[in-house]
Nanobody, 121 residues
Framework: QVQLVESGGGLVQAGGSLALSCAAS????????MGWFRQAPGKEREFVAS????????YYSDSAKDRFTISRDKAKNMVYLQMNSLKADDTAAYYC??????????????WGQGTQVTVSP
């Protein structure tokens, strides 16, 4: 079974840092773009960051670009999101995704179950 499992979420004070991990199994994702999305209650799923399959070029939302860093370890089939200078507005469930065919929701075929990040003011 193809699975993406996020970990590392939790409660942190504003201004603090948190590191998320995404472990992939059932398939090698070396040739896939990987992404992070988030969704807060009452809001639509929102793009946070992505990293390409070739060259590792990364992209960020305006909110994340100066504070978050996406990285990957192809040998371990893992993806990471380092989040610094966290704000209360960053509170959301964070989801890891893999592109696959690129025809899935928001251009990603595979999705994890999410990990909750809560930032206290």
């Amino acid at each position: 079974q193809v699975q993406l499992v996020e970990s590392g979420g939790g409660l942190v004070q504003a201004g603090g840092s948190l590191a998320l991990s995404c472990a992939a199994s059932g398939r090698t994702f070396s040739n896939d773009a990987m992404g992070w999305f988030r969704q807060a209650p009452g809001k639509e799923r929102e793009f946070v960051a992505s990293i390409g399959a070739v060259g590792g070029v990364s992209y960020y939302s305006d909110s994340a670009k100066d504070r978050f860093t996406i990285s990957r370890d192809k040998a371990k089939n893992m993806v990471y999101l380092q989040m610094n200078s966290l704000k209360a507005d960053d509170t959301a469930a964070y989801y890891c995704a893999a592109s696959g065919s690129g025809r899935g929701r928001y251009g990603y075929d595979y999705w994890g179950q999410g990990t909750q990040v809560t930032v206290s003011p």
